[in-house]
């Protein structure tokens, strides 16, 4: 019993991040398949009332005391440029150990007799919770569920029970030792099923003794022995962090793992510029935006391979770029500078002009444009005189 106390209030992770209860819309729902009123508590993107745009759903169980740190860590990655807006759903417990377990616990580490209603509570999520919130909101089609301890079981659960309803299951320092390991049992026949449906998985654990590590090994042995080409599974290990710290520990590691980057990687460029327009349709269905591969992105991509002396790629990243934004002085001017850098003077200058015939005198660095055309001719001059 003591370690069960100590896995209650572990699991809450407490901010005291100033004015919280000013950011978040409040919403109370009569759940007929709960057949109780339950609330949960919304974070719209800072932008929401200003745009049109639909935003990926973050479902966090476990409360609205998991906002702020969210909030703050999900920023950092959108000012980066790693993870798209958000809006975050954060589901408030009535009876947490009865709706996160799918199995009534018969291990004396914990309360004997209490769980398994799991079930419901998923049924709860996917025929109410769900279509309150899409009623309400803007929201695009891609779901998260989070939760810890207890609700990191659920989120296994849910990905095993209803495959396909979210994109992406955190569960950070779930509670596996439940029930004498039932979850990991229920996992391993699982996964020898080879299940069909893409899913991201994270996990990670503490300093986790006894019940719960053994039960995680196993776990873990599982997902290994069992490889999944349709799993994509992130695991993070921190000896030094409690229980209670592991959804502070993952947050980062859980969601950058899972968001593609507006950034093409560049270790993944080649000669087929295909390779960079599948990347983006991806990261444009995942992010819900245009998914034209950015200007700045691609151009910069090829000023990278241009001082990497590979002139040829740059050039090729150079056109594709402006395939996709004729119009855009910047993604011309990259042309130029591509068949400058190959001594294709002529041509350089041809593309500048272009670049310049379609600058507006409101670009801050229009003048950019006029005195690079200038440079250019009298290089051309100049080599013309030499020769």
């Given at each position: 019993m003591k370690y069960f106390k100590w896995l209650i209030s572990a699991a809450v992770l407490v901010s005291s991040f100033p004015g919280l209860a000013n950011d978040y819309e409040v919403v109370d729902i009569d759940s007929k398949v709960l057949d109780e009123q339950r609330q949960y508590q919304v974070l719209l993107p800072e932008d929401y009332f200003t745009t049109s745009q639909n935003y990926p759903v973050i479902y966090r169980l476990d409360g609205a005391e998991n906002i702020p740190l969210m909030k703050e860590i999900l920023g950092r990655l959108k000012d980066a440029d790693a993870a798209p807006d958000v809006i975050i759903v954060a589901v408030e417990n009535t009876?947490?150990?009865?709706?996160?377990?799918?199995?009534?616990?018969?291990?004396?580490?914990?309360?004997?007799?209490?769980?398994?209603?799991?079930?419901?509570?998923?049924?709860?999520?996917?025929?109410?919770?769900?279509?309150?919130?899409?009623?309400?909101?803007?929201?695009?089609?891609?779901r998260i569920i989070s939760g810890a301890s207890a609700a990191g079981v659920f989120s296994l659960y849910a990905m095993q029970a209803r495959p396909g309803l979210f994109d992406a299951y955190i569960a950070y320092s779930p509670a596996v030792w439940w029930n004498a390991g039932a979850m990991v049992e229920r996992t391993e026949k699982w996964l020898s099923s080879e299940p069909s449906v893409s899913a991201y998985v994270y996990m990670n654990m503490g300093n986790e003794g006894q019940p719960m590590r053994p039960y995680y090994d196993e776990l873990l042995t599982s997902f290994s022995t069992n490889e999944s080409p349709h799993l994509n599974l992130v695991v993070n290990e921190y000896p030094g962090v409690s229980h209670g710290l592991t959804s502070a520990a993952g947050i980062f590691n859980a969601y950058q793992s899972f968001f593609m980057s507006k950034a093409f990687p560049r270790e993944k460029v080649s000669a087929d510029m295909q390779v960079i327009d599948d990347y983006y349709r991806r990261l444009g269905e995942q992010w819900g935006i245009d998914p034209t591969p950015p200007e700045n992105v691609v151009r910069e991509l090829g000023y990278y391979f241009d001082w990497q002396k590979k002139p040829h790629l740059a050039m090729k990243l150079y056109k594709h770029n402006m395939s996709h934004h004729p119009e855009n002085p910047d993604a011309i001017a990259g042309v130029a500078y591509g068949y400058e850098g190959q001594k294709k003077l002529r041509e350089a200058l041809t593309y500048a002009k272009k670049a310049l015939a379609v600058a507006t005198e409101d670009i801050p660095y229009y003048d950019y444009f006029v005195e690079n055309v200038e440079r250019l001719e009298n290089k051309m001059k100049g080599t013309e005189k030499a020769n």
């Amino acid at each position: 019993m003591k370690y069960f106390k100590w896995l209650i209030s572990a699991a809450v992770l407490v901010s005291s991040f100033p004015g919280l209860a000013n950011d978040y819309e409040v919403v109370d729902i009569d759940s007929k398949v709960l057949d109780e009123q339950r609330q949960y508590q919304v974070l719209l993107p800072e932008d929401y009332f200003t745009t049109s745009q639909n935003y990926p759903v973050i479902y966090r169980l476990d409360g609205a005391e998991n906002i702020p740190l969210m909030k703050e860590i999900l920023g950092r990655l959108k000012d980066a440029d790693a993870a798209p807006d958000v809006i975050i759903v954060a589901v408030e417990n009535t009876d947490r150990l009865r709706d996160m377990y799918p199995t009534v616990n018969q291990d004396r580490n914990g309360p004997v007799g209490i769980g398994g209603g799991a079930k419901k509570f998923l049924a709860f999520i996917e025929q109410e919770l769900i279509p309150d919130v899409e009623e309400r909101y803007r929201t695009h089609s891609t779901r998260i569920i989070s939760g810890a301890s207890a609700a990191g079981v659920f989120s296994l659960y849910a990905m095993q029970a209803r495959p396909g309803l979210f994109d992406a299951y955190i569960a950070y320092s779930p509670a596996v030792w439940w029930n004498a390991g039932a979850m990991v049992e229920r996992t391993e026949k699982w996964l020898s099923s080879e299940p069909s449906v893409s899913a991201y998985v994270y996990m990670n654990m503490g300093n986790e003794g006894q019940p719960m590590r053994p039960y995680y090994d196993e776990l873990l042995t599982s997902f290994s022995t069992n490889e999944s080409p349709h799993l994509n599974l992130v695991v993070n290990e921190y000896p030094g962090v409690s229980h209670g710290l592991t959804s502070a520990a993952g947050i980062f590691n859980a969601y950058q793992s899972f968001f593609m980057s507006k950034a093409f990687p560049r270790e993944k460029v080649s000669a087929d510029m295909q390779v960079i327009d599948d990347y983006y349709r991806r990261l444009g269905e995942q992010w819900g935006i245009d998914p034209t591969p950015p200007e700045n992105v691609v151009r910069e991509l090829g000023y990278y391979f241009d001082w990497q002396k590979k002139p040829h790629l740059a050039m090729k990243l150079y056109k594709h770029n402006m395939s996709h934004h004729p119009e855009n002085p910047d993604a011309i001017a990259g042309v130029a500078y591509g068949y400058e850098g190959q001594k294709k003077l002529r041509e350089a200058l041809t593309y500048a002009k272009k670049a310049l015939a379609v600058a507006t005198e409101d670009i801050p660095y229009y003048d950019y444009f006029v005195e690079n055309v200038e440079r250019l001719e009298n290089k051309m001059k100049g080599t013309e005189k030499a020769n």
